[in-house]
């Protein structure tokens, strides 16, 4: 079964960085967009970053300049490098298909940025 597993969160302070990792297994990984999508308490799911199939890749305009996405095909990985974190970056970090999220969400992986 499909199954996306996500890493790597923690407590960071202001200014600081993480690494994300999501593992992905259960289907074609190679033909799918993928991205890193976030959700803070009380607020909706949203998405932050994307890259395709081909290696494109997009972002929120609350992290461009910030995050950076990336994805290994032989592994079947996406990571999310976050620099220059703040604490509005706090929430929930998930990875999901794009554009739009077929699979089931995975546990996801905190992120809290606060001194």
């Known amino acids: 079964q499909v199954q996306l597993v996500e890493s790597g969160g923690g407590l960071v302070q202001p200014g600081g960085s993480l690494r994300l990792s999501c593992a992905a297994s259960?289907?074609?990984?190679?033909?799918?967009?993928m991205g890193w999508y976030r959700q803070a308490p009380g607020q909706q799911r949203e998405l932050v970053a994307r890259c395709t199939s081909g290696g494109s890749t997009d972002y929120a305009d609350s992290v461009k300049g910030r995050f950076t996405i990336s994805r290994d095909n032989a592994k079947n990985t996406v990571n999310l490098q976050m620099n220059s974190l703040k604490p509005e970056d706090t929430a929930v970090y998930y990875c999901?298909?794009?554009?739009?999220?077929?699979?089931?969400w995975g546990q996801g992986t905190q992120v809290t940025v606060s001194s």
């Open positions: 999901n298909t794009v554009p739009n999220a077929i699979w089931s």
């Open positions: 259960g289907f074609k990984f190679t033909i799918f967009g």
